[in-house]
């Protein structure tokens, strides 16, 4: 793995989408270290989406590079449902000022979001494998897969 001053934002989650952002919204952990081997379970007939985070420490960005690019073309996350490949819906970086965040410097967040609409998936088990890739990682980057459950209570 790579340096302690690099920390991994756990933030992979299904989320069960409700009426709006804001309201009905329910994360469901999928790739978070530490948590139940059990498969989740989800509800299809609601929209659903994942997301997952990464932060960089300024001071890791090479000298003369913009982080955001270092980011883009340096670090990415590759999500496969049963080995079929989902391109993210939307990449997002954003600075985080140490007033702002847990880091005793500067640091950049890159983000994917994938979305899902209701009824995208049928009823059954996915396995849903999260493959991060970046700088000083063996080829082939490291990955991490959780089964999800899609039940309809129709």
């Not at 659903?48 to 996350?77: F, M, Q, T």
């Amino acid at each position: 793995m790579r340096n302690a001053a690099v920390a991994m934002v756990v933030s992979l989650v299904v989320v069960l989408a409700g009426a709006s952002a804001l309201a009905g919204t329910q994360p469901i952990k999928v790739f978070v270290p530490g948590s139940p081997p059990e498969p989740l379970v989800i509800d299809g007939s609601q929209p659903c989406y994942v997301a997952h985070g990464w932060v960089e420490l300024e001071s890791d960005v090479p000298d003369g590079v913009k982080p955001r690019d270092y980011l883009i073309e340096n670090i990415s996350l590759e999500i496969r449902i049963d080995d079929a490949l989902i391109e993210p819906v939307n990449v997002v970086v954003r600075r985080l000022p140490v007033a702002c965040s847990e880091y005793d410097e500067d640091a950049w967040r890159i983000a994917w979001t994938y979305r899902f609409p209701p009824r995208f998936f049928l009823g059954g088990t996915y396995t849903f494998t999260g493959t991060w890739h970046f700088p000083g990682e063996p080829p082939g980057g490291w990955s991490r897969s959780r089964d999800v459950i899609v039940v309809y209570d129709e």
